[in-house]
């Protein structure tokens, strides 16, 4: 599956696993520091604030229209890399890879950080995502891993994708980030 596929399972995973007012992956790694909530932290900048929320409507517009819901967020000259894909360059090419129903396969992610850039019109986000489907006998399969998202304001004053890669890790690699009894 092409790293846009990946991105979308990580969006729509970010949003499984967030619970209310919280994302599990922003919770601090052992021996990290935490990196502070943007969505309850009345000191974070407003450029990653706007980030964060640019990734949970992404995210959902991923979790209910799957691939098409993807390919609607990138800008026309937008990248997608994926895990062990050519890449997809251009929104047209970009839908063609992203075709996946979100009944069939659901992509989640959660952003573990995000960033402005000094102009205020690029930011990045990187976190962790999910995909789950079925084999063909039925079974759950699970695919996890960690992606980058690069933001830029068009003229009209909207915010695209232009670059989203991600890289698949083992099963269970996330589990790091997770609460006991969790």
């Known amino acids: 599956m092409g790293r846009g596929l990946l991105c979308g399972i ?10 209310p007012g919280m994302a599990w992956a922003q919770l601090p790694m052992p021996g990290d520091q935490a990196t502070p909530n943007p969505l309850t932290d009345p000191t974070a900048k407003p450029g990653k604030v706007l980030l964060f929320d640019l990734e949970a409507r992404f995210a959902k ?9 993807f390919a ?16 997809a360059i251009g929104r047209v090419a970009i839908a063609k890879s992203a075709n996946w129903d979100p009944k069939a396969y659901q992509l989640t992610w959660t952003p573990t950080d995000a960033q402005m850039g000094p102009s205020g019109d690029m930011g990045y986000t990187w976190g962790h ?46 589990d790091c980030c997770k609460l006991p009894n969790s």
Not at 72 to 87: E, R, T
Request: net charge negative; with cysteine; proline share 6%.
């Open 129 to 174: 995502f999910e995909g789950h489907s079925k084999d063909a006998a039925g079974n759950p399969v699970t695919t996890t891993g960690r992606y980058l998202t690069i933001w830029r304001k068009q003229p009209d004053g909207s915010w695209k994708v232009v670059l989203d890669a991600g890289a698949n890790e083992p099963a269970g690699a996330g």
């Open 10 to 19: 990580v969006v729509a995973g970010m949003m499984a696993c967030a619970g």
């Open 61 to 69: 517009d991923v979790l209910q229209r799957g691939g098409a819901g």
């Open 72 to 87: 609607s967020w990138f800008a026309d000259d937008g990248v997608a890399l994926g895990n062990g894909q050519p890449p």
